[in-house]
């Protein structure tokens, strides 16, 4: 009697297990199906078992014809959550059935009609109610040969689970070509206005035009329409006229952007040059033929071999190009398409495999991606050529200018009093600055070491690190008449040569990083005093405060700045709290920065006190 109170319970919790694991169902993906074809209106007699993602034109190349696929699966016990179908592609055309009830469907299964619907992800919402405990999923495709089109595994589930995947997918392969055909038409606008507004000024070749200009707006506009085709699912041409379309877009880009490459690297004019633009001449033309043909007859290997042509060319270019461009030879403007070689070349020939050889419809392209390293070198490149140019017409004008009248007499002599005047002004301030230099730091210094030796209670070392302070200033002020302004780098290395005889007997272990800094043009020769200065005092508050045994030196350009320097003062003392100890030498280390512009940082850390100069 026990027995049946036990089953029923036990029933209970398989029930209530089962309710919650359907309520938190995982999304299906269904890979296997059993599917009739149609082949060329000759259908298959019995239902064979397939594999999915099925790739039409890799099962049956050069044959059109349609795929009816059916699929079962469980639905949910519980039906709260609505529930859809994600399809990575489908088509060229497509009907959605649901236990006999169609979902979905886009262009006709009966006829042949210009439409592709297999180039977007597509995700079906199944309606309240549809879903039964076992289903019937019914797909049937019209593909047509050459159109990319198949059958998917399809994935299906709670809306929540599906449609995520559908949302990634159609941000990547629509939004994605949507963002990259209007940045290739902008690039080509932007260089077709430059080849039509901007002519050579020089007598011998006025009114000709560059043709860099020229071959990149075709690159661009041509890739633009090439990816853009993504877009369009009801092209205004038939089928095989609309694959010609797509195919000479590509052999133009594939061309323009080669003569743009010869044109870079200055083989444009020469024999090998000659004879590439004429195999792509030849090629270019046969497209159209080509591209029908592969189509009508049907035979793709003849578009499969017309893209290995080209792909035997420009592999080959693009390598000689990039060994270039390593060589140096070239400058910046070869490498930065030398890069753009480096990582489209590979996606290129993967891409090119996958699509012609191998299986095409279940894996992804990735060059409509990658490519726009070709166009943000274009840009890069055509901008560079306009500025040389208005540099040019600029000189010419500044040549121009030069040419003027001489002055009156009079006025020649006026301005010559005028400058011995501004000479000798200069001279009263430069000896003005060097006693005040002598006030402030060698009199300071001697000041100190008077004021040491009247109190009674220094010892002969501090009294002597005083004065030799006093003597290094000295020598400093008298090493800074010579700085070429702007030069950090001899200022760094004059304060070495001075200071690290004094280093080395104080027990401090020099660490140098200092590379080879550009030259800071708004440095002149007050700036980089004040600059001499700031860094005496750092070594200074180091030697006598820090109790350090390792005083480290950096200086690195800054990457943001053309003449930007950072120089950073580290050592591994005691450290000060720099918001409570407030010293002489701090407050004026503080106010030369400000008087040169430059930014000054200071950490107290034990073990890592550090005072940067950020000059911009």
Known sequence: MRTFPCLMRCLAGLWCWAFLTASHAAALKLETSQAVLTLDNQVQSQPVQVHLPYGWDSHHKGQAGLGHFVMEFAGPVTNHAPWGLYFHRLGNAYQIKLNGAVLDANGSISETSGSDYAKIPRFVRIPPGALLAHNQLEVTIRSESGRRSGMPAVWVGPKDEVDPLYQREFAIRVGGSGVFTVFSLVVGVFAFVLWVSQTDPRPERRGMRDSLYLFAALAEFAWAFFIGDTLIERPPLPWAWWSVAINTTLAVWLCALLMFCHTIAGWAGKPISQSVQAVLAGLLLAGPLVAYFAITLPNPLLLTLWQAAFALIFVPSSLLFVAQALRGSGGGTQRMVALAFVV?????????????????????????????????????????????????????????????????????????????????????????????????????????????????????????????????????????????????????????????????????????????????????????????????EAFSNTMQHAHASVLRIEATPVLQSATGVSIRVCDNGVGFDTLTVVRKGLASMEERARTIGAQLRIIGQAGNTVVEILLN
């Open 344 to 536: 489209n070349v590979p996606v290129g020939v993967h891409d090119f495999y996958v699509m012609r050889i191998g299986e095409g419809f279940g894996n992804q392209a990735y060059l409509r991606y990658t490519a726009t390293l070709f166009g943000l070198a274009l840009g890069a490149i055509a901008i560079e050529r306009f500025r040389s140019a208005n540099l040019r017409v600029r000189d010419m004008l500044d040549t121009l200018a030069v040419r003027v009248q001489d002055k009156e007499q009079e006025l020649s002599r006026t301005y010559q009093r005028m400058e011995a005047i501004a000479r000798e002004q200069e001279r009263v301030q430069e000896r003005a600055r060097i006693l005040r230099d002598m006030h402030d730091g060698v009199g300071s210094h001697i000041t100190s070491a008077i004021r040491q030796l009247r109190s009674g209670r220094a010892n002969q070392d501090e009294i002597l690190l005083t004065l030799q302070d006093s003597l290094d200033q000295l020598k400093l002020s008298i090493d800074a008449l010579t700085l070429p302004p702007g030069d950090v780098t001899a200022l760094l290395a004059n304060l070495r040569y001075r200071l690290e005889p004094r280093f080395r007997a104080m027990g401090l272990v020099l660490e140098w990083a200092v590379v080879p800094l550009p030259a800071v043009p708004r440095l002149d020769a007050s700036a980089m005093r004040q600059l001499q200065f700031i860094l005496f």
